[in-house]
């Protein structure tokens, strides 16, 4: 040691070093200053305007520019499926805006049943010829120019239709639901509509499985869009529990060379609200109305 260095202390640098940040210690910094509910707002604001017609959805399929499908089961799903089933079996699953997901036909062959609404038809088709099944087409009677695809077999339908002309007359209530793809798809300014649509598809032992995205909004316009969790508390925590069950890096080199710095995937699973008597919550206020 250096006489003329006291013990306990550091060496003066020779240089001051500059810290640079690296794009995780960002992304840390982002998702703390995010749960600020002013920078929420800001955040939120940023999409709030942004629209996707259906037609622009179809052409997407037209031109195969599908980026979002996934032609393996979604890791997510695998992880998962014991808590969306919950011990039942033969589970009806509601798949919202479905496209060609594999994970329907993984579903159907552990048993369940599935429906799934698709704006675009050429998914539709390519779902059935991609696994080679069978379908029959039929019309939907209060849905005017809608049309369902059924395969008996696997007890799959997927109708073709806009999402929000579809509801609970036309195949009642779902055991389980699975949206990876479609709350984040939908246009900002339609999320309240869309939860109340959601909810009313629920039955009252319902899991609804829900993944979602977060990034900085300044760094892609969208879809898919950003979803924070608070929003997830804000329209559907009135009646329902809300769980974060995963949230995992989803940065990859798509992403990375459309200039993102992180992207965070939120899995979430939603359930009538049970109070401490035992009483449904979510039944009390969908069928009990104050006097």
């Given at each position: 040691?250096?006489?003329?260095?006291?013990?306990?202390?550091?060496?003066?640098?020779?240089?001051?070093?500059?810290?640079?940040?690296?794009?995780?210690?960002?992304?840390?910094?982002?998702?703390?200053?995010?749960?600020?509910?002013?920078?929420?707002?800001?955040?939120?604001?940023?999409?709030?305007?942004?629209?996707?017609?259906?037609?622009?959805?179809?052409?997407?399929?037209?031109?195969?520019?599908?980026?979002?499908?996934?032609?393996?089961?979604?890791?997510?799903?695998?992880?998962?499926?014991?808590?969306?089933?919950?011990?039942?079996?033969?589970?009806?699953?509601?798949?919202p805006l479905c496209g060609k997901a594999v994970d329907m036909k993984w579903l159907a062959d552990m048993g369940h049943s599935?429906?799934?609404?698709?704006?675009?038809?050429?998914?539709?088709?390519q779902f059935y010829e991609d696994n080679n099944m069978s379908y029959a087409v039929e019309p939907v009677p209060s849905i005017p120019g809608a049309k369902v695809y059924k395969n008996v077999e696997k007890s799959i339908s997927i109708y073709h239709c806009d999402l929000y002309k579809f509801n609970s007359c036309v195949e009642g209530q779902f055991g389980a639901i699975w949206d990876r793809g479609s709350l984040v798809a939908i246009n900002p300014e339609d999320r309240e509509k869309y939860a109340s649509l959601l909810l009313s598809l629920?039955?009252?032992?319902?899991?609804?499985?829900?993944?979602?995205?977060?990034?900085?909004?300044?760094?892609?316009?969208?879809?898919?869009?950003?979803?924070?969790?608070?929003?997830?508390?804000?329209?559907?925590?009135?009646?329902?529990?809300?769980q974060l069950l995963d949230s995992v890096d989803a940065l990859d080199q798509r992403w990375r060379e459309a200039g993102l710095d992180f992207m965070t995937e939120n899995t979430h699973l939603i359930a009538p609200k049970i109070d401490k008597k035992g009483f449904n919550v979510f039944f009390i206020e969908r069928y009990i109305s104050p006097s």
């Open positions: 040691m250096n006489s003329t260095q006291k013990r306990g202390c550091s060496k003066p640098r020779a240089a001051l070093e500059v810290f640079t940040p690296s794009r995780y210690q960002q992304s840390v910094v982002f998702l703390c200053l995010f749960a600020s509910p002013s920078l929420h707002a800001v955040m939120l604001a940023v999409q709030a305007d942004r629209v996707v017609s259906l037609a622009e959805w179809e052409e997407r399929w037209q031109q195969n520019r599908i980026g979002f499908h996934r032609p393996h089961v979604n890791k997510l799903l695998e992880r998962n499926i014991k808590q969306v089933v919950n011990g039942r079996t033969g589970v009806r699953f509601f798949f599935v429906v799934g609404v698709e704006i675009a038809e050429k998914a539709i088709l629920m039955a009252e032992d319902c899991r609804y499985l829900l993944s979602t995205l977060l990034y900085n909004p300044e760094q892609h316009k969208g879809p898919p869009f950003l979803v924070p969790n608070e929003q997830i508390l804000a329209l559907f925590g009135s009646s329902c529990d809300v």
